[in-house]
């Protein structure tokens, strides 16, 4: 008896479906830029399009919003554009309509949102993640049944920047390379600038990805990464209260 034959794989349709997602994304982009004339209402609904997205395509234990992040001592970063934050162990701190305060500790990414990539945008985010990767973390023991876990050792916070374009004529070549900040606290680990490709250093060196794909390729990528590095540490409680007793 003879039998059927394997059916050849196709991922054609599953590879042009999330081309569209990238064409649909650029098409907004596009689109606010074109119609609104005031620079930060520019950003501000960019920044929005750019949340959905990444609310689209990350699970539900993972919260994406704009805000500031603080910790226990009373420091607090500078506004961030797109922050990706645990949603199941941390709430949020003094939420006043779209001003969020996010706990250090709870905080797995921060992205800047731009309309391009160039020297100047890379540089102004590497110093917004700087201003998330300095704040202090608490870490406490975890109790469980049979007794208690050992504080968890807090990651490094990931942080990247996010376009619609590239700003030099070879997109993400040499010139992007040469100006990305690649060292201590205002390293950028990955991106996306949606006309030209993608770019992380989650294999140790930079890896670029061309245009076709990219948008849905490096949020695949920060997934894993993400999935890798498990749940955040468990905040110190206390040691923010101490901030109410403080004189």
Same mark, same amino acid.
């Given at each position: 008896?003879?039998?059927?034959?394997?059916?050849?794989?196709?991922?054609?349709?599953?590879?042009? *479906? $999330?081309?569209?997602?990238?064409?649909?994304?650029?098409?907004?982009?596009?689109?606010? +830029?074109?119609? /609104?004339?005031? *620079?930060? @209402?520019?950003?501000?609904?960019? %920044? %929005?399009?750019?949340? +959905?997205? $990444?609310?689209?395509?990350?699970?539900?234990?993972?919260?994406?919003?704009?805000? !500031?992040?603080?910790?226990?001592?009373?420091?607090?970063?500078?506004?961030?554009?797109?922050? /990706?934050?645990?949603?199941? &162990?941390?709430?949020?701190?003094?939420?006043?309509?779209?001003?969020?305060?996010? =706990?250090? %500790?709870?905080?797995?990414?921060? &992205? %800047? +949102?731009? =309309?391009?990539?160039?020297?100047?945008?890379?540089?102004?985010?590497?110093?917004?993640?700087? +201003?998330?990767?300095?704040?202090?973390?608490?870490?406490?023991?975890?109790?469980?049944?049979?007794?208690?876990?050992?504080?968890?050792? =807090?990651?490094?916070?990931?942080?990247? /920047?996010? *376009?619609?374009?590239?700003?030099?004529?070879?997109?993400?070549?040499? @010139? &992007?390379?040469?100006? #990305?900040?690649?060292?201590?606290?205002?390293? #950028?680990?990955?991106?996306?600038?949606?006309?030209?490709?993608?770019?992380?250093?989650?294999?140790?060196?930079?890896?670029?990805?061309?245009?076709?794909?990219?948008?849905?390729?490096?949020? !695949?990528?920060?997934?894993?990464?993400?999935?890798?590095?498990?749940?955040? =540490?468990?905040?110190?409680?206390?040691?923010? *209260?101490?901030? #109410?007793?403080?004189?």
């Amino acid at each position: 008896m003879t039998k059927n034959p394997q059916p050849i794989p196709d991922t054609t349709w599953l590879r042009d *479906a $999330f081309m569209d997602v990238q064409e649909e994304l650029v098409l907004k982009l596009r689109r606010a +830029s074109r119609s /609104i004339e005031h *620079a930060p @209402s520019v950003g501000s609904v960019n %920044e %929005e399009h750019w949340i +959905s997205v $990444f609310r689209a395509y990350l699970p539900n234990r993972y919260e994406v919003n704009s805000g !500031f992040v603080i910790d226990s001592l009373g420091a607090r970063s500078e506004q961030i554009d797109l922050i /990706i934050y645990d949603r199941h &162990f941390t709430p949020t701190l003094l939420d006043q309509q779209n001003h969020r305060y996010i =706990p250090a %500790e709870a905080v797995y990414a921060v &992205f %800047e +949102s731009k =309309p391009h990539l160039d020297k100047s945008y890379l540089e102004y985010a590497g110093q917004k993640a700087a +201003s998330v990767r300095k704040l202090h973390r608490t870490s406490v023991s975890i109790a469980h049944a049979g007794g208690k876990f050992a504080p968890k050792e =807090p990651f490094p916070i990931l942080a990247g /920047i996010v *376009a619609a374009r590239a700003s030099w004529t070879d997109g993400l070549g040499k @010139s &992007f390379a040469g100006n #990305l900040p690649s060292s201590g606290d205002e390293t #950028l680990n990955c991106g996306c600038a949606l006309e030209h490709g993608a770019f992380d250093d989650f294999e140790g060196s930079v890896n670029v990805t061309p245009r076709n794909g990219a948008l849905v390729y490096f949020l !695949f990528r920060l997934l894993a990464r993400l999935q890798s590095v498990g749940t955040v =540490p468990a905040i110190d409680w206390a040691a923010y *209260a101490k901030i #109410l007793n403080s004189t």
